[in-house]
């Protein structure tokens, strides 16, 4: 269950995200799995952008998959996800 848009404001803000910090994921996400370490690439009104560091080739890959050069995975996450689903690495 979601909690509506008022509850996520009443959550504290999540100290550990910091821009250039080390976070891992709690839960598996679509592409990450779970223990996967990522950097906080920024902060914005919206929220911080996760950049993953996946392993071996778990590497997400341009528009029709025929691209040999991976692209970095950036997630983004609010207060009330990355208080549930990060943790600091």
Do not use: C
């Amino acid at each position: 269950m979601i909690p509506d848009r008022d509850a996520r404001k009443a959550w504290a803000t999540t100290t550990f995200m910091k821009e250039g910090a080390r976070v891992r994921s709690k839960v598996d996400f679509a592409n990450v799995p779970k223990g996967t370490v990522g950097v906080v690439v920024a902060k914005d009104h919206t929220g911080w952008p996760i950049q993953w560091e996946l392993p071996g080739e778990a590497n997400v890959y341009g528009p029709g998959y025929h691209v040999r050069f991976p692209k970095p995975l950036v997630d983004w996450f609010d207060d009330w996800e990355a208080k549930r689903f990060l943790e600091p690495a």
